[in-house]
Nanobody
Framework: QVQLVESGGGLVQAGESLRLSCAAS????????MGWFRQTPGKERELVAT????????IFPTALKGRFTISRDNAKNTVYLQMNSLKPEDTAVYYC?????????????????WGQGTQVTVSS
């Protein structure tokens, strides 16, 4: 059975960094599209980043480019989201996601597997 287990969230001050981890079981991360979403109360779940089978990475929100990086360790079957220079507006629940569809954009409504989410809170 596929399971995505997230860790690494917490409370940090503005300007600090966090690395989120998504340990996958039951699915090889290199054979699917892996992504990170985030969501705040009252807002839609926002796509943050994806990494494809070939390792191609994309950071979607312009405000996150240069600060966030998605990567993976195939041997550990784990995907990471490195978050640097964190800002209060980055506060959200961050979700790891896996999508078996290839060659298409990732949408929250079509994600195959979700992690439980990990809270990231950035204080000013």
């Amino acid at each position: 059975q596929v399971q995505l287990v997230e860790s690494g969230g917490g409370l940090v001050q503005a300007g600090e960094s966090l690395r989120l981890s998504c340990a996958a079981s039951g699915v090889p991360v290199m054979n699917v599209i892996m992504g990170w979403f985030r969501q705040t109360p009252g807002k839609e779940r926002e796509l943050v980043a994806t990494i494809g089978r070939a390792g191609t990475t994309t950071i979607f929100p312009t405000a996150l480019k240069g600060r966030f990086t998605i990567s993976r360790d195939n041997a550990k079957n784990t995907v990471y989201l490195q978050m640097n220079s964190l800002k209060p507006e980055d506060t959200a629940v961050y979700y790891c996601a896996a999508d078996r569809r290839l060659g298409v954009n990732m949408y929250a409504s079509k994600v195959d597997y979700w992690g439980q989410g990990t809270q990231v809170t950035v204080s000013s």
